[in-house]
């Protein structure tokens, strides 16, 4: 229970550590941060590690002068990338192994399922939508890989997809995390960024559901 408290005082005050790092430890804060978004998107056992509100707040970081923005981008979808080419690796030459060991305290079979779902649902378009929902984003990949999704197929919508979800929240976070209003509020920016990354895969599953109750209606 602690640990899982750490863990959200960390999301909600994200721009209170990350001060504390850049001040402490300078351009070295850019290897963390590759490491971060390299393990949330590479490693299926850190499901947890902050993503869409880090990027935000990197943003805004970078718009006072903390980080070049050029460089910041290039080191995040460069982490995201290889994360994902990592966990896809492992899901095609390890997934099965590690499904028959059962359930670790952070790898839970449920997740994997559960991604499974959207791809079946979604196919291949599952690489960009699960980018904006969290745990979904760190298991499709491994799923990809377990699946034996053709690896160019694969690498296509993981590039777009990396693209798409770094510029969104980093520039997002460079563009409007410094309006006053919005650093009094961090907390409540975050849970709206929370919800804004759930919107993409909310909406295939309705339009999902309206399909097949269609559908049924036909029949």
């Known amino acids: ?25 300078g351009s070295w804060t850019y290897v963390l941060l590759f490491g971060i978004i390299f393990a949330e998107t590479g490693l299926v056992i850190t499901p947890f590690l902050p993503g869409d509100s880090l990027l935000f707040v990197t943003g805004a970081f970078a718009a006072q002068g903390s980080f070049n923005i050029f460089w910041l981008l290039v080191t995040l979808i460069a982490a995201s ?15 099965k ?10 790898f839970k079979k449920e997740y994997v399922d559960k991604t499974h779902k959207f791809f079946e649902k979604y196919g291949g378009k599952t690489i960009i939508l699960a980018k904006f929902a969290p745990i979904v984003r760190t298991f ?3 799923v990809a890989g377990l699946g034996k999704m053709s690896y160019l197929k694969f690498i ?22 410094n309006f006053p209003v919005v650093k009094e509020h961090f907390s409540v920016v975050i849970l709206i960024i929370i919800f804004v990354s759930l919107l993409p895969i909310s909406i295939e599953f309705w339009k999902h559901k309206m399909l097949k109750k269609k559908s049924s209606n036909v029949k």
């Not at 192994?97 to 952070?106: A, I, N, P, Q, S």
Request: hydrophobic residues 55%; without cysteine.
């Open 1 to 25: 229970m602690d640990f899982i408290k750490s863990i959200f005082e960390m999301v909600f005050h994200l721009d209170k550590h990350l001060d504390f790092i850049i001040k402490n430890f």
């Open 81 to 95: 990338i290889i994360g994902d080419n990592l966990n896809y690796a492992v899901g095609k030459f390890i997934g």
């Open 97 to 106: 192994k590690l499904l028959e060991k059962g359930d670790h305290r952070f």
């Open 140 to 142: 499709s990949p491994f």
């Open 156 to 177: 296509a919508y993981d590039i777009f997809a990396a693209l798409l979800w770094i510029n969104i929240f980093v520039l997002g976070g460079y563009f409007f995390g």
